[in-house]
């Protein structure tokens, strides 16, 4: 498959991880928006994040978890950060592998 979230994921695409458990990894997006944007994206290749409801209880507790340790890495956790999800062509979604921006570093304006 030609997704290029799978190819990072799976290492055919080399990557410095900021994070990585047994169902998501975390890498600093290409184009950042601030100090600290980093996806976090399941190595399994789903493209929509209805999909996750498929995801065992430790799998959510992982993404969680990876999303809480790129906080810390990034020294965004006490600041504070936004986590989205563009879900289909009207919110934006480029890459259709779900993935969940970590953004944070500076004060954020208003969604929409
Ligand atoms: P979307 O608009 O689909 O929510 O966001 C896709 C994001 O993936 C964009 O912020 C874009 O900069 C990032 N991106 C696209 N291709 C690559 C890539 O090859 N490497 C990395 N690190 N980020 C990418
Ligand atoms: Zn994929």
Redesign the pocket.
């Known amino acids: 498959m030609d997704c290029?979230f799978c190819k990072?994921a799976g290492g055919q695409?080399k990557?410095a991880f900021v994070s990585e458990n047994e169902d998501f990894v975390a890498?600093?997006?290409?184009?950042p928006?601030a100090s600290c944007?980093v996806?976090v994206v399941p190595k399994r290749h789903i493209k929509s994040i209805k999909e996750l409801s498929g995801f065992s209880g430790q799998a959510l507790k992982n993404l969680l978890g990876i999303i809480d340790t790129v906080t810390d890495e990034k020294g965004v956790k006490q600041t504070g950060y936004r986590v989205?999800?563009?879900q289909g062509s009207d919110?934006?979604?480029?890459?259709e592998h779900l993935?969940f921006?970590v953004i944070g570093g500076r004060k954020l304006g208003r969604l929409g």
């Open positions: 290029v990072i695409i990557s890498f600093d997006d290409i184009n928006v944007h996806l989205i999800v563009n919110a934006g979604q480029e890459v993935h921006h």
